[in-house]
Structures are given as structure tokens and as C-alpha cells.
């Protein structure tokens, strides 16, 4: 995020587009409230009607898939109505008169996108001159927005409307992709991405490699290494067995329950010649692992998360760990000592300082002064205590940019790789829900959490579909999609456009993820969980089903090493 | 006797970084329950409903799974029972198993996929070094991607 989260509350205009705070950052969600209490006008743009979208001054229920004709249109408005910043354009961008000249086509006119949109285009021109109105527009997007095959270019999309209204580089205002899991952020800050060393420096970058090689006393790789999402391909589709994947490392990580395509990631996991998993929990991909680590689990050691918001935070060991158990680090170091490379921390402090040595943006960023300031926002570039860190990033406007400024770059709408079809004619989104956390083995196992919900989930439709299908509130239903089927619970809410359904992802039994497809963004080679065709049949016998759903668990939790007491 | 002890921690779930005081029982080794800490920029003295109640797993209840406390490894190959063994076994088993395919088909045929939950950054700092500098591939990735 390029701004602090408490700066939120100082909004003028809070733009909110595919981010469900109440639901995925319910503390987040806080800010916007009490934004609003102090006048602040909000715009949430999300299919379903959310609580934010519920508390909006604008609510824009858009048809799922078409975010890049909406940020176009929005875009088009500010150019057409002349709402933009042509002072802050000048000093600090570039690019604007070739993007302005494409926006204002007459096909981005919010007249001539309501059809696909499904928007009213009165409420887009409101919505574009309120997001215009203000220099404390503040933007929050979530999986809404990257989730899609077309996800980097929106996320671009939702920057220009920001550099156009000279809505960057002072308190309160700026972009903010919030991250879903405790430590996204820090794990890209650590560089574990296939082009980045730790401190986002490129691995194609000779200097920087020799940097990292003087360090580790190796030599490196120059070329870039393989998103995960590239695995399927490599194991089930390279044809020269010598560029396949024969190894997988899974650190803390569910592969076979959290990717798309699920029977492909099975057969995929099967042909892998060595599966190594590391984690806390005996999980689904543990099923096709040839070797398991225990590790230790949050409680039990010490490290550094960093926050959405660019913040680093010491995370205490509060409990001796479970017997048996060894911390990520020491498993990985004992790995790397047996394979000839000897590797010895006696702390995380040793390694954090380490990393400090190698990472400029990170260089001041001390355990010591973590514990001063409240945590420290990188990037925090000097060891003097004076330097306690960066609240909002692009400082008057002075982008990380080669020219320092922000560039304008306008991409046409490209639609969703799978839409409905007669034999598939709903759409399906994947979606979080507030009680249970990704493939819930942490959540699923406490015991205030586990009562909130239970398998096998539930698919959200609209009351019209719930009709058409005659299927009642709470009936178990087949789902069913080019990939897989699965079995839930339909939870009929006409908060949910009719033709679009919506699951969640931490169920074995109503897994979503046996439908979702794995269509890539090009850039980003994220998967499309918010968006792929399906279909809901109706099961007649209701009784069988449950008692289906029922023996499925139990043989699931059985492999997972847990013994059912039959009730 | 008891002996609590406050512990001030950041929450393990979603990327707000809240910051929770846990009440700690050292002698029976567990959480006793958790609180809101005034120290939490972007929490102030507020938490959610699995800041308050998510550690609970710290217990093992097997509710759904079980927490893994001793290495496995498949030693009769795929197909067979995953089975018990000591630290140094395992390490030894996976390390010269690695090495072995990395001889065959050179680094790249290794794929590693960090966690961005529990671990924490000094943890993902040693994970793409051990891919770079000790496999030797930028083969390392996250679920950021997913």
C-alpha cells in the first residue's frame, strides 16, 4: 500500500473496488467506518452487495469480469468532463495526452458500457466526478481486481485514476492493494519470487547478482526462475523429461487444496518424483508428499511479519514448541548443510541482520528499532535512529520510476477466459469468509472457530436461480464445471446478481477449487479464481446426500490421522 | 502455583498486523487467552473475532487434522505408508534425494514454494536462499501468486 492504514479515517473519497474489508481485514474494515462517521463519501464497486457496499454513498453491483470497461469508463468521464489535474498531470507524469486520447473513445462513454457493466451510467458519472472532487481520494483494492486473467492491467487502471487526479504523494490519499495473508507482504519483501532477490532487486541485474554472490560465497543462476503456477505445466505438459519439474519443496503451503484445477494439481503432485512438505498441520498435499518436516508454528517462534501497510512487527514465541517440532530456518539449514552448503543462524536476529546487509530499502530496519517505533514501514534506509521509517510512499510525488515520474498506460478490456455457456450458464467467484482462514487447518483446529462453520460449505445464489433450479435455502447441490464437481450447501441472498454464484475455498468436501479454472494472468500468471462457468444441479434425495457429505468427512479427517467417534 | 505471563505478538492471520497481548501459563505451557494491545497502529486496542479466538490450534484439539510432531518419509517409495523416523534420517533421505535430481536433470528441475503465513520473513530470507544458493535455481515462489 502506498499509504498507512490509519490514514484511511481521513479519507475525503474512499474508492473501494473487489476488496471486501469486513470479511477479509475486518480491523480495516474499522477505518472506513469510522471514515464515513467523519463525512468521508465512499464508492464501493463489487458484485455482491458487501458491507462496505452497504454503508456506500455509491454502490456500483458490477457484472463480474468487466473491471477494465468500468476503470475505462470512469477514466473517460474525468477526461471528457475535464476533471483532472492538469497541473499535478504535468509536473509529475507522463504518457497522459496518449491515454487520454484512448479513454475518450466513444466506446468507454458510460452509455456504451452499461450493457456489458450492468451499470447504471448516471451512478459512473457520479461515481467519476466524486472521485475527482477530492485530493484525499484514497483507493482499496482486493482479489476483485487481481484475481482476473486481466488483473495486473487493472490494477494500472485503478493507478491512473489516481495519477489524473493528482490523488498521490501526501497524506491520505494514494493506492492500496491490501494483502490477504498475515506475511504476503513479507514474503515478497524477502524476495521469495522467481525474479527478485530480497529488497525487490532484480536476480537479471548483474551488480545486484554479484552483490548476492560475494554474500552466499556462490555462484547464481541469471535467468528467471518459474512462477508456481507454472508447475502443472511443467510436470504434466513439457515433453523433454529433462525440463520437468522432478522436485517440489512446499513450505507451510496447500497446494491440493488451495490452487485451481484441483484434479490437475493431483495428477501433478502424483508425477512429481520428489514432494517435500514442511508444515505445522497434516494436510492435503501431505497425502502426496515422500517426505514431511514438522515445523514450528506461529506461537512457537520468534520472526518479523510485515503488514499490509509495509510495516515490520517482532512476532514472539509465547510456548515452548510441540516436541519434535524445528523452526523453518533451523529444517532448511539442516538441509542445506547435508547438500554441502553449511548454513548456521543462532537466532533470527542473525539472519534478519543478514538480510538488512543485502537490502538498501531495508538497511535500517533493526529489531531494536521495531521495538521503539511500533514496528518500522519500509523503506527504512539508514541505521541512525533518526530514520524510524516511511508512512506513505511517492513522497510530492517523486515516483520509483527511472524519470521519477508516473506513467500513464492504457490497456482495452479483455473479458474472462471461460464465460457461461448453455451447458454451464452461471458464473463462479471464489470469496473469503470472516471466521475461517485459508485452507482452515489453522482455524478449522479451534475450537471457538471450528463452530462458526462447517462442511461442506455453501454456494451463494441469487433467489431468481435458486427458482429456475428449485433449490431451497440450505439444500445440499452439485456444482459442476468443465474441471470437477463438488457437493455444498446453497445459501440463497439476493445480495448475489442472478447468473453468479460465489464460494469459499477451505472446504474438502465443497472444495471450489475442483471447478475454478487456471487461466493465467500473462503478467502476474495469477490464476482466475473470480471468475469461470458452471453449473448447480439440484440433488433429490436430500437424505442420501447428507449422509454422502457426512462419510466423505469423516474419511477425509480419518486420512488426515483423526479418529471419528461415530455419534 | 501459576505463573502467566503477557506477551505482546502480532496476530498470524490476515495482513492488518494487529497487535495481541497473550496471557501465557509457562508452566502448563499454553495460551491462556488473548487480548487487545494498545500498541497496535493500525488495531488500537481492537481485534477481530480470530485474533481473540485463532489460537486455539496452538493446542492441538483434532478437531479436523493433526499437528505433525516427527518426520515422515515414504521409505518404500510412492504408494506406500508414509512412516515415522528420526530428524537426522529425514534430512539425510531428502537431502541426498535432492542432490540426486539435481545431478540427473540440473537445478531447475526444483521448484520451492515458500509460506507468506506462520514462518515469518527471517524464515522466507532462508527459503530463497536455500533455492538460490544451495540448489541453485530462482525456482521459489508464494502463494501471493495464487
Known amino acids: 500500500m502506498s499509504f498507512s492504514v490509519p490514514e484511511l479515517e481521513d479519507a475525503e473519497v474512499i474508492f473501494d473496488i473487489g476488496y471486501n474489508a469486513p470479511v477479509s481485514h475486518p480491523l480495516v474494515a474499522r477505518h472506513i467506518v469510522r471514515a464515513k462517521k467523519k463525512g468521508c463519501k465512499i464508492i464501493c464497486v463489487d458484485p455482491r452487495l458487501t458491507e462496505t457496499g452497504r454503508i456506500a454513498t455509491i454502490y456500483l453491483p458490477i457484472k463480474g469480469g468487466t473491471n477494465m470497461l468500468f476503470l475505462n469508463a470512469m477514466a473517460h468521464v474525468m477526461v471528457t468532463e475535464d476533471l483532472v489535474d492538469h497541473d499535478f498531470i504535468e509536473k509529475h507524469t507522463t504518457g497522459f495526452a496518449d491515454y487520454a486520447k484512448e479513454v475518450a473513445q466513444d466506446k468507454y462513454a458510460p452509455e456504451a458500457v452499461a450493457a456489458a457493466t450492468h451499470l447504471d451510467p ?247 528499532k521495531m521495538v521503539e517505533n511500533h514496528g518500522v514501514q519500509w523503506p527504512c534506509t539508514e541505521d541512525s535512529p533518526d530514520d524510524t521509517g516511511t508512512q506513505y510512499l511517492h513522497k510530492g510525488a517523486h515516483f ?65 436461480d435458486c427458482q429456475e433450479l428449485g433449490i431451497a435455502n440450505g439444500d445440499l447441490v452439485r456444482v459442476v464445471s468443465k474441471r470437477g464437481h463438488t457437493i455444498t450447501r446453497c445459501q440463497e441472498t439476493d445480495r448475489v446478481s442472478k447468473g453468479a454464484t460465489y464460494m469459499t475455498y477451505q472446504w474438502w468436501v465443497g472444495a471450489c477449487n475442483e471447478l475454478t479454472s487456471a487461466a493465467l494472468d500473462p503478467k502476474s500468471h495469477t490464476p482466475e479464481f473470480k471468475y469461470c462457468a458452471c453449473r448447480v444441479e439440484k440433488i433429490d434425495d436430500q437424505k442420501q446426500a447428507e449422509r454422502d457429505v457426512k462419510a466423505q468427512y469423516t474419511a477425509i479427517r480419518s486420512r488426515m490421522g483423526i479418529e471419528v467417534k461415530e455419534v | 502455583m501459576c505463573a502467566y505471563k503477557k506477551i505482546d505478538t502480532v496476530c498470524p492471520y490476515c495482513g492488518t498486523g494487529c497487535v495481541i497481548t497473550c496471557t501465557v501459563d509457562t508452566e502448563k505451557n499454553q495460551v491462556i487467552e488473548a487480548k487487545v494491545s494498545p500498541r497496535g497502529v493500525n488495531n488500537e486496542g481492537r481485534l477481530c473475532l480470530k485474533g481473540l479466538y485463532g489460537w486455539d490450534y496452538l493446542n492441538d484439539p483434532q478437531i479436523l487434522t493433526k499437528r505433525i510432531r516427527q518426520p515422515m518419509i515414504r521409505k518404500n517409495g510412492k504408494g506406500t505408508p508414509l512412516v515415522e523416523v528420526s530428524w537426522q534420517e529425514a534430512i539425510e533421505y531428502a537431502a541426498a534425494r535432492l542432490k540426486a535430481i539435481i545431478k540427473e536433470y540440473g537445478p531447475d528441475a526444483v521448484m520451492g514454494a515458500g509460506s507468506a503465513r506462520g514462518p515469518g520473513n527471517e524464515a522466507a530470507y532462508i527459503t530463497q536462499k536455500f533455492m538460490r544458493a544451495v540448489v541453485g535455481t530462482n525456482n521459489v515462489d508464494h502463494c501471493a501468486r495464487i
Open chain 1, 400 to 464: 520509483a520510476t527511472a524519470d521519477g515520474k508516473g506513467h500513464f498506460y492504457y490497456y482495452p478490456w479483455t473479458p474472462a477466459k471461460e464465460l457461461e455457456s448453455p451447458e454451464y450458464p452461471l458464473s463462479l467467484s471464489t470469496v473469503r469468509e470472516v471466521g475461517h482462514y485459508s485452507v482452515r487447518t489453522m482455524t478449522g483446529n479451534c475450537r471457538l472457530l471450528a463452530d462458526l462453520a462447517d462442511e461442506p460449505g455453501y454456494i451463494q445464489m441469487n433467489p431468481e
Open chain 1, 122 to 368: 448516471d451512478d459512473i458519472r457520479r461515481a467519476a466526478r466524486l472521485f475527482a472532487s477530492s485530493k484525499h481520494t484514497m483507493t482499496l483494492w482486493g482479489m476483485g481486481i487481481t484475481q482476473f486473467s486481466q488483473g495486473v492491467e487493472c490494477v494500472i487502471a485503478c493507478s491512473n485514476l489516481s495519477l489524473m487526479t493528482g490523488n498521490y504523494g501526501h497524506y491520505a490519499t494514494g493506492v492500496g492493494p491490501v494483502r490477504g495473508q498475515n506475511n504476503v507482504q513479507g514474503t515478497c519483501d524477502m524476495g521469495v519470487l522467481p525474479n527478485q532477490y530480497p529488497g525487490y532487486q532484480d536476480v537479471m541485474d548483474d551488480e545486484i547478482r554479484h552483490k548476492f554472490e560475494k554474500a552466499w560465497g556462490v555462484s547464481l543462476p541469471s535467468h528467471v526462475g518459474l512462477p508456481l503456477t507454472y508447475v502443472p505445466d511443467k510436470v504434466l505438459r513439457e515433453p523433454d523429461p529433462k525440463k520437468r519439474i522432478h522436485a517440489y519443496y512446499i513450505i507451510g503451503e496447500d497446494p491440493a487444496q488451495s490452487d485451481p484445477d484441483l484434479p490437475e494439481i493431483r495428477r501433478t503432485l502424483s508425477a512429481i518424483d520428489l514432494v517435500i512438505v514442511q508444515d505445522i498441520f497434516f494436510n492435503k498435499t501431505c497425502e502426496y508428499a515422500d517426505v514431511i518436516f514438522p515445523a514450528t508454528a506461529w506461537g512457537e517462534h520468534n520472526a518479523v511479519y510485515t503488514s499490509c501497510d509495509r510495516r515490520f512487527q517482532r512476532v514472539r514465541k509465547l510456548i515452548e514448541p510441540q516436541p519434535g517440532c524445528k523452526t523453518d530456518w533451523e529444517i532448511l539449514c539442516l538441509m542445506a548443510t547435508a547438500m554441502g552448503y553449511p548454513m548456521h543462524y543462532d537466532n533470527t536476529e542473525q539472519i534478519w541482520d543478514e538480510m538488512r546487509s543485502l537490502c538498501p530499502k531495508f538497511a535500517g530496519a533493526s529489531y531494536e
